[in-house]
């Protein structure tokens, strides 16, 4: 069998792979969208069963293979980047699957399914006790599940891995230490100018109906084709990627900044999602880098664009339009508002600044976990010592405190890190679009996104995942990963806006 002929099974396999990913997505997305409470059992049984097959694929006799096959192979004689992408990603997963049992892999998805029910009603009832023994049995079966891919790395390593493609703990803490240190410097500075912002008029009340009308018309105007994705309303936002022109968002109406600002974001997903090249997509490798470069996207929708005040110089004439109580404040006002700095419990509705303190608190929990070094007992305690430590407040409660974020129910356990990380390629990113476009900002205010789309299109998402993180980022910017400029960005934006001087 010749090298065309290996390449183009192992293309199959990869399409083949992704078809389940897009039904396992679906499920997910009919979870939260209207999977009632009677058919949540069958449904549970429905998740495990087709995830066995997905895992399944990479057991195959063909499929070892295969793997022998291109794992022995020079890379330097594959012909171009794309075949040597197909070759990489097809690699990566079957050294994740072929060393997990079926049956660990089944156990996951079904204890999910269950552990992320039973999330939603310790949520809403906060209660920690609740969820508490779901909570150690994903962290207890992630943990096999790491030692079993590789028992020669600390889990994290693994975990992180397999979020964030290439990257380790000590790049992580690395990375971390240095924004920590910076976003702590910047939080006391504009802790101590005594500069006072109003954003009551963020608190509405508005109607649902007029908070998703507006959302709507935000992120199309921004770029995102409800016609390859769709629209949903969940307690916690997310993207389902159920194909690659199928990419739907969520959001949540409760205040009018998660409303708008969790629907950018979403929308920033969905863009980087569906936007894959169509040879990309012919190839099975769709959807972009998961994780930090993923995060990377919805954040820069979210903030660099969507709170930056040339995007709201030209949309706020139609948010006074749409919402009339905002007719009493001026655009300065209004942008200080959504901009302004103050410490708070949850992490999808911090500021821009101190958001990525979140997930670093969360990062440095899980590794502590893993080591021994917390119990799940301990867990509600410390998770409020680290908050009181690093911003200053103490969650009132579970719901507040350790119950806020759904991930941990659906697995990701080794996640949290993407979050940060994705600020930083995201500062990046902005910095190497800002010298190749510098009339980029100009043109947002003038309710032009050509220039923005057609850099972030061009330089990444066409690629969809055809290069991990640490070469993408090295291609879009020219450089290796740092927290440079996203804290650059962080000091000019705010120093505007509190005087720092």
């Known amino acids: 069998m010749d090298y065309a002929e290996q ?35 069958y449904r549970q049984q429905m998740q495990g069963y087709f995830s066995g097959k997905a895992a399944e694929l990479y057991l195959r006799d063909e499929a070892r293979r295969l793997a022998q096959y291109f794992a022995a192979f020079d890379p330097a004689r594959l012909e171009s980047d794309l075949e040597r992408a197909i070759v990489r990603v097809y690699l990566r997963h079957y050294n994740q699957a072929a060393r997990i049992p079926v049956e660990k892999q089944v156990e996951l998805a079904e204890l999910t399914a269950q552990a992320g029910q039973v999330w939603r009603a310790a949520f809403e009832k906060s209660d920690y ?18 030692g079993l891919q590789d028992a020669n790395r600390h889990p994290l390593d693994v975990m992180a891995d397999g979020a964030d493609e290439g990257i380790d703990t000590a790049q ?20 101590s100018a005594g500069v006072e912002i109003d954003n009551s008029c963020l608190a509405g009340p508005f109607k649902k109906e007029d908070l998703r009308a507006l959302a709507v018309y935000l992120v199309e105007a921004t770029g995102y084709d409800a016609t390859r994705g769709g629209y949903g309303e969940v307690i916690h936002p997310f993207t389902a990627m159920l194909g690659p022109a199928d990419a739907r968002i969520t959001t949540n109406y409760g205040t009018f900044a998660f409303a708008i600002f969790a629907a ?3 929308a920033g997903h969905a863009m980087y999602g569906y936007r894959s090249s169509p040879e990309v997509a012919e190839a099975g490798l769709w959807g972009g880098n998961h994780g930090g470069f993923h995060e990377a996207q919805s954040r820069f929708y979210e903030n660099l664009v969507g709170k930056s005040r040339p995007f709201w110089e030209f949309f706020y004439p139609e948010l ?6 905002f007719q009493a404040v001026d655009l300065d006002g209004f942008y200080r508002a959504i901009n302004k700095v103050q410490p708070s419990f949850k992490r999808v509705l911090a500021d821009e600044l101190t958001y990525s303190l979140h997930p670093i608190i969360r990062f440095e929990i899980e590794k502590d976990i893993i080591e021994g070094k917390v119990t799940f007992d301990a867990l509600p305690a410390v998770w409020n010592d680290k908050y009181e430590e690093a911003l200053g407040i103490r969650p009132p409660d579970d719901r507040a405190g350790v119950l806020q974020d759904v991930h941990w129910s659906m697995g990701l356990v080794g996640y949290f890190q993407s979050y940060a990380l994705g600020n930083l390629y995201g500062g990046q990113l902005r910095q190497a679009m800002l010298r190749a476009e510098p009339d980029v900002y100009a043109e947002i205010g003038r309710g032009n996104f050509g220039p923005l789309n057609r850099w972030l299109t061009e330089n990444v998402h066409q690629h969809g995942a055809m290069y991990a993180p640490a070469e993408m980022i090295r291609r879009a910017a020219g450089e290796d990963l740092k927290a440079d400029y996203f804290l650059a960005y962080l000091a000019e934006k705010y120093r505007d806006i509190y005087h720092l001087g």
Request: overall charge positive; charged content about 25%.
């Open 7 to 41: 390449l183009n099974k192992v293309k199959a396999l990869l399409k083949e792979s992704r078809y389940y990913d897009g039904l396992l997505n679906f499920f997910v997305w009919d979870q939260w969208q209207g999977l009632p409470a009677q058919g949540q059992a």
């Open 129 to 146: 006790n609740l969820f508490r023994p779901y909570l150690e049995r994903v962290f207890r079966l992630r943990i096999e599940m790491a």
């Open 172 to 191: 992580v803490q690395r990375l971390f230490a240095q924004l920590k240190a910076g976003l702590r410097t910047l939080l006391r500075r504009i802790q």
């Open 264 to 266: 950018l974001h979403e």
């Open 320 to 325: 006074q339009k749409r919402l009339p109580a």
